[in-house]
Structures are given as C-alpha cells and as structure tokens.
C-alpha cells in the first residue's frame, strides 16, 4: 500500500502564498506521477499541477504562472507552492500518486484564501 500525508493547508488571505507538502510511503517502486487536485464545494475534482516521472510538468490554466510543482531528491515527497492565492483558489487539495496504473490519493488538505 502507498500512503500520502498532506500538509500546509490553512488560511490566507488573498495574494498572499502557501506551500502544499505531501510525503509519500510504503510500497513505493514505480511512480508514474505525483502531483496535486483539488476540490471545490459544488465541483468536480481537477487538475491542480503533476509532475511525471521525467520530471515533464503539466498545470491548469488557472494557475500557471502562479503556482509551482516540485519534488525533493528522493522523489517520494512533492510540494506545491502557491503564490498570488485568489478567493477561487479556495478548495481541498488532494495529493496523488500514480504507480503502475493504480491511482493514489491523499486525505486532503483545506486551502481558504479569504480577507
């Protein structure tokens, strides 16, 4: 089993910044993908940013530019900074984790940007 474990959620207030944290463990050998969705009350979950296993990298449109994905050495903990939060930017924030076709996901993680 793999397990994801989130951090860095909180409130912020708009423009402001955030780091998102998600450490991976258990059986870890093949990861295909790592990266970050999220959910909004009333919407479906999406695409936040996901970095591959080349290190290729993808964003939303909504965040490019704002937001940075990123991946310590070992490649088992992932990180997303979020700069120039916007109240839309309100949302819990998955972490995810591919490996060998079977998707994993964290508990989440709650990101208010709010006055």
């Known amino acids: 089993q793999v397990q994801l474990v989130e951090s860095g959620g909180g409130l912020v207030q708009p423009g402001g910044s955030l780091r998102l944290s998600c450490a991976a463990s258990?059986?870890?050998?093949?990861?295909?993908?790592m990266g970050w969705y999220r959910q909004a009350p009333g919407k479906e979950r999406d695409l936040v940013a996901v970095?591959?296993?080349?290190?290729?990298?993808n964003y939303a449109d909504s965040v490019k530019g704002r937001f940075t994905i990123s991946r310590d050495n070992a490649k088992t903990t992932v990180y997303l900074q979020m700069n120039s939060l916007k109240p839309e930017d309100t949302a819990v924030y998955y972490c995810?984790?591919?490996?060998?076709?079977?998707?994993?996901w964290g508990k989440g993680t709650l990101v208010t940007v709010s006055s």
């Open positions: 995810y984790l591919k490996q060998r076709g079977i998707n994993y």
């Open positions: 258990g059986s870890i050998f093949s990861i295909d993908a």
């Open positions: 970095m591959r296993s080349g290190s290729q990298t």
